[in-house]
């Protein structure tokens, strides 16, 4: 059974620094495809940055140059580093795993308010 847990969200004033965790378990971590996305209230869920194997990463425009994507294969984890935090990064994120399947963890609530 896969298992996706994420953790290390909160509350933060805008251009702080959060960063998140997602362990997984149920799968052969090293070889799969790791994302992390997140969903604001009244929007759709988007993708925020993804991982190969390789570590080949990926950005969504609007975050680019401010999060950074990471993974640790001997502990079972990806990372996602979010800096210069700002009020529009609110959302919960959540975190994916694609293989054969896709996956997801139950999500993080990451708030940016003064």
């Known amino acids: 059974q896969v298992q996706l847990v994420e953790s290390g969200g909160g509350l933060v004033q805008p251009g702080g620094s959060l960063r998140l965790s997602c362990s997984a378990s149920?799968?052969?971590?090293?070889?799969?495809?790791m994302a992390w996305y997140r969903q604001a209230p009244g929007k759709q869920r988007e993708l925020v940055a993804t991982i190969t194997s390789r570590r080949n990463t990926n950005y969504a425009r609007s975050v680019k140059a401010r999060f950074t994507i990471s993974r640790d294969n001997a502990k079972n984890t990806v990372y996602l580093q979010m800096n210069s935090l700002k009020p529009e990064d609110t959302a919960v994120y959540y975190c994916n795993a694609a293989n054969n399947s896709l996956y997801w963890g139950q999500g993080t609530q990451v708030t940016v308010s003064s």
């Open positions: 149920g799968i052969i971590f090293s070889r799969v495809l």
